[in-house]
């Protein structure tokens, strides 16, 4: 996707260095990138922890989670080795000032083109770490700041970390990474959509009824109930994922692949996002909390059993929103969001399902027509994309079936699929920010949740009930049939 090149050489220093994103995710994807001779001749990276390690135990520790995290077909001794020794780790306390000459220095004694510090932290760290590094003068117009989510808890903690971060760097050197945006399968969209001259005449209000862009996972919340609990579902996935999903599926074809032109279509999209007043949250979202169950045959605790949870929890585990955008090409046609946990399978996908025929000559004793036609867009795990229509049954008779066109990514090309941070670092350091977040997206995005957010605070019926391993509350089902739709699954 992006024109822009590797820049010579370059600094990538990793605050949180000996924690799960950097040691599962982060330098696993840059070996890969090294691994696939992605990386210039000479990159550096700089790890910063408070652990008191020296270089070697570093080393130790993330060679062993790699080993863990990386494939074993992509894992050769050889080529980790020779990654490591890029890679260097600092004891620094990311709050005392004092500590930032020993990176200073650091960096010095490897002056590149571009410096990129990757806040791997939590939020409240980002402000005295962007202050702290401004001191030392790394915000300079060759320096860059990634930022992790959660971005904000509501609209005014988001717009407090916009401004401690916006004091010292500018818009164009902060990057937000929601790592939905890297997915192979979420840049296929853009392809599908403006690559081909097939869909665009039927991709508006005319042909399509309704969308539906689901996010399902099996896992529970595991070991992170302190976060989730003051998190749920509408924070961490609708804010943020499902949105931009929404973005890619309603936006208007952006001038061209440059940053600016497909964020300001985005942008668009949100601004036109229909806002809830306190009688549609009720009536157009629902949410619910998974009771014990079975996932796959074996028994899984309820979230209320859930490690760190308080028994009178009323924190979201699924949500369902029926959003609209009132715009030209959209106005009437619901978009159905739908994220949980404990659900039966893990599933990301998109379906967008248009209208029946105008008018029915097939009778429907012959099958005709209880479904209409439809395209399945499968991002995750198994990506397809399938398109169902109706065909002949053979026979001497008239009787139609719904069959489908179907295009299993996995099976059509058969070459390694990139992890989504592998291209979202390498588009750091590309300096393309088209995959990142920009400022006034996150604000919106926070603007359209946070009706929803306190209606659900003031709200004391709390979230409904459902039991593990299956597709959330009943009401998630009647959020449709209320229009005369049905979840995909359902059909
Ligand atoms: C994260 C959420 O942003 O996305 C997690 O915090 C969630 O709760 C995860 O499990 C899902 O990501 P993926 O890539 O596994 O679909």
Request: one cysteine or more; a negative charge; aromatic letters at 12%.
């Amino acid at each position: 996707m992006s024109p822009h090149s590797i820049p010579e050489s370059f600094n990538l220093v990793f605050f949180g260095g000996t924690g799960d994103l950097v040691t599962r995710k982060l330098l696993p994807a840059m070996y890969q990138c090294h691994k696939n001779g992605q990386l210039p001749g000479k990159p550096n990276f700089i790890s910063l922890g408070r652990h008191d390690y020296d270089r070697d135990q570093y080393l130790a520790m993330v060679t062993e989670k790699a080993k863990q995290f990386l494939p074993g077909a992509d894992w050769s001794d050889a080529v980790w080795a020779d990654f490591c020794a890029h890679l260097s780790y600092y004891r620094i306390d990311a709050e005392i000032p004092g500590e930032y000459a020993i990176l200073k220095n650091a960096l010095e004694q490897a002056p590149a083109e571009a410096n990129i510090f990757f806040l791997s932290v939590a939020p409240s760290l980002f402000a005295p770490i962007c202050t702290h590094l401004a001191g030392q003068g790394l915000n300079s117009p060759n320096c860059r700041v990634v930022l992790e989510k959660p971005l904000g808890y509501d609209l005014a903690s988001s717009n407090a970390i916009t401004a401690d971060v916006g004091r010292h760097y500018q818009e164009k050197q902060v990057y937000r990474i929601d790592h939905y945006l890297g997915k192979e399968s979420v840049q296929n969209l853009m392809a599908l959509r403006f690559g081909n001259a097939l869909f665009e005449p039927l991709w508006r209000r005319m042909w399509i009824s309704n969308v539906q862009i689901t996010i399902a996972e099996e896992v529970g919340i595991g070991t992170r109930g302190g976060f989730y609990e003051g998190t749920g579902a509408l924070r961490d996935m609708v804010q943020n994922h499902l949105l931009q999903l929404l973005c890619f599926v309603a936006m208007e074809p952006p001038a061209s692949l440059d940053s600016e032109a497909v964020r300001d279509e985005k942008i668009k999209v949100l601004q036109c996002l229909v806002p809830f007043a306190r009688e549609d949250v009720m009536s157009k979202t629902v949410r619910g909390q998974y009771r014990s169950g079975a996932i796959a045959g074996q028994p899984v605790a309820g979230y209320l059993d859930e490690q760190g949870i308080p028994p009178d929890s009323r924190t979201e585990t699924f949500v369902a929103i029926k959003a609209e955008i009132a715009n030209w090409r959209w106005a009437g046609v619901p978009f159905y969001l739908r994220t949980g946990k404990r659900l039966p399978e893990r599933v990301a996908e998109i379906v967008i399902n248009f209208h029946a025929v105008p008018h029915q000559i097939f009778p429907l004793s012959a099958g005709a027509s209880a479904t209409p036609c439809k395209l399945e867009i499968r991002l995750q795990p198994n990506e397809y994309i399938r398109l169902y229509f109706y065909v002949k049954t053979p026979g001497d008779k008239m009787e139609l079936q719904q069959v489908y066109l179907d295009l299993d990514f996995a099976a059509y090309f058969k070459v390694r699929r990139e992890e989504a941070y592998e291209r979202l670092l390498l588009d750091i350091i590309r300096g393309n920010q088209a995959l990142f977040v920009r400022q006034d997206e996150l604000e919106q995005a926070w603007r359209w949740v946070e009706p929803i957010l306190d209606t659900w605070e003031s709200d004391r019926s709390g979230p409904k009930q459902y039991t593990a391993g299956t597709w959330g509350p009943s009401a998630s089902s009647a959020l449709l049939l209320q229009d005369g739709f049905r979840w995909h699954e359902e059909d």
